[in-house]
């Protein structure tokens, strides 16, 4: 395994040697051209932030709404979130990104709203929908890891449902679900790149267009891997920051 | 609450025919038992006797399948009714189920604050008082997990007085304690009886049951197998059963 891993890179290095294989120069920070090209490809990277930040806070709005009657004891409350979860994650993200994107408007528009979705709020919508049936799922375990003596605690002083939840339960399923959000937070970031095939101008986009362009996929597609490598290790970070953030506030 | 129950208004507490199933096993049968205001309960019996399962239906963390129970003159019934008796019944658990998130201050407000609509500085008033009478005011603004079980148990207790309940029902208060820890909170218990507090105590100290008890009530099977003074419960109990479990529980 070792022996591959060192090989690959050595070729790689080999390729920066300037042999054939290898075209560096379209992203050569030192030419004009090489320059202008690079901050082409980084300008993408507002449009991926914004559009998984918004993306995810929906999904994570989305998913309580659907969680919380899905933890019912009636059974008639609970079956509409279970439908739901069900039917959502059975949809792979590229065919709901194509029928939010294409679909929805007709199906508005026949119901007499007018309104023009963009690439990029076609995307926000996609993302978050489909991605708020994992969210529900990860809120719930996270809830039901609280051991019933805090709701039952909680029934005894007389606080209502949405009290126990808001003061007691949801502040200590937080700190048990933040790795698990912070993973599926990563998940949508990579995800974003599907909004390219609709035309929405994020990285991946921006990278096919250069390669278009420059008939240079290898050297663009290796820049762009680079650039979610970035922003992912970044979120990375800034959650162990937050886990130790809280962690610390809990003196347990 | 205007009802046929204002008829028995001297019963702090009236259980009538109560059963209760969990699937095939039946946990309480035919259970009458009658609690006078002030009067101070003790049951007993072996585990898995029901003890704790009745004690949970008088503010209804469980669920009776037929029966009737009465808490100060209102029948138990509809969501409402619930909400009423639960404003008057008090509840000290075996896990104490303190909120681990919260300061013990916050701990103690939280019910009176959201529950009864007191504002901050009144509520905190509240918790002092109680906090003093537990004799653990210095720990207000710690964490729970920050303080000993004794502690934790003192705290749930004055959570519970802190919505000044008439009846306070205690589920096995000192079997989740280090044996040195047992008697900072039976003083407190016992002192809280002495006060003219209704209670019923579920609990394996007989000591406690000698000092505090105005009657004893000895449960085997889902059943009332025996009642009676402490003095006629210990010396000479009329039941075979009864015996047995006096002879093992007092050994040691």
């Known amino acids: 395994m070792k022996n591959i891993i060192a090989l690959t890179c050595l070729s790689l290095l080999a ?11 379209v992203i050569d920070p030192t030419t004009p051209k090489g320059w202008s090209n690079i901050t082409f490809l980084l300008s993408g990277f507002g449009a991926t932030i914004l559009l ?40 792979p993200l590229l065919p709901m990104l194509f029928w939010v994107f294409y679909g929805l408007p007709v199906v508005l528009q026949s119901m007499g709203i007018s309104v023009r979705i963009d690439a990029f709020w076609g995307a926000v919508i996609t ?63 990579k995800m974003s790149a599907f909004a390219s095939v609709i035309g929405m101008q994020e990285l991946t986009r921006r990278a096919n267009e250069l390669v278009v362009t420059e008939y ?37 | 609450m205007v009802n046929e129950a204002n008829t028995d208004q001297t019963n702090a507490i009236d259980i009538k025919g109560l059963n209760k199933w969990y699937g095939d096993f039946q946990a309480l049968e035919d259970v009458n038992l009658t609690v006078a205001h002030g009067e101070r309960i003790v049951i007993c019996g072996p585990s898995g006797s029901g003890k704790s399962t009745l004690i ?20 138990m019934g509809d969501a409402a009714s619930i909400e009423a008796i639960r404003s008057e019944v008090g509840m000290v658990f075996q896990q104490f189920n303190l909120f681990p998130h919260l300061t013990i ?35 207000a603004d710690k964490k ?15 959570r519970s007085l802190c919505m000044e309940p008439k009846i306070m029902l205690f589920d096995e208060p000192t079997s989740a304690l280090d044996p040195e820890m047992i008697s900072e909170v039976l003083d407190v218990i016992v002192d809280l009886a002495e006060s003219g507090m209704t209670m019923i105590v579920v609990t394996h100290e007989m000591g406690f049951a000698r000092r505090a008890a105005d009657r004893m009530v000895f449960m ?29 529980i007092l050994k040691h």
């Open chain 1, 15 to 25: 390729g920066c040697g300037g042999s054939g294989n290898w075209g560096w120069y």
């Open chain 1, 52 to 91: 998984s930040v918004i993306a995810a806070a929906l999904s994570m709005v989305i998913g309580l709404l659907v969680v919380l009657p899905g933890m019912s004891t009636n059974r008639w409350i609970r079956l509409p979130s279970r439908i739901y979860i069900e039917f959502i994650r059975a949809i």
């Open chain 1, 127 to 189: 993302l978050a929908l489909s991605d708020s049936a994992f969210t529900a799922e990860i809120y719930r375990s996270g809830i039901q890891s609280i051991a019933r003596g805090q709701t039952e605690a909680a029934k005894t002083i007389g606080l209502t449902y949405a009290q126990t939840m808001r003061y007691v339960i949801l502040p200590q399923a937080i700190r048990r679900i933040l790795p698990p959000l912070a993973n599926q937070f990563i998940y949508i970031v």
């Open chain 1, 216 to 252: 240079r996929p290898l050297e663009i597609y290796s820049l762009l891997i680079l650039e979610y490598l970035v922003l992912v290790l970044a979120i990375s970070f800034f959650v162990r920051w937050l886990e130790r953030k809280m962690g610390a506030d809990e003196s347990r």
């Open chain 2, 56 to 75: 949970r239906c008088v503010n209804s963390l469980e669920t009776h399948d037929s029966g009737s129970i009465m808490v100060d003159g209102m029948k």
């Open chain 2, 105 to 139: 201050m916050q701990n103690l407000t939280l019910g009176p604050m959201k529950a009864r609509g007191l504002s901050r500085k009144d509520a905190e008033a509240r918790a002092m008082k109680y906090l003093e009478r537990v004799q653990i005011p210095e720990q």
């Open chain 2, 144 to 158: 729970p997990g920050a303080l000993s079980g004794g502690q934790q148990q003192r705290v749930a207790i004055a």
């Open chain 2, 220 to 248: 085997d099977h889902g059943k009332i197998v025996e009642t009676g003074t402490p003095e006629a419960f210990f010396e000479n109990p009329q039941t075979e059963r009864c015996r047995t479990f006096l002879k093992q």
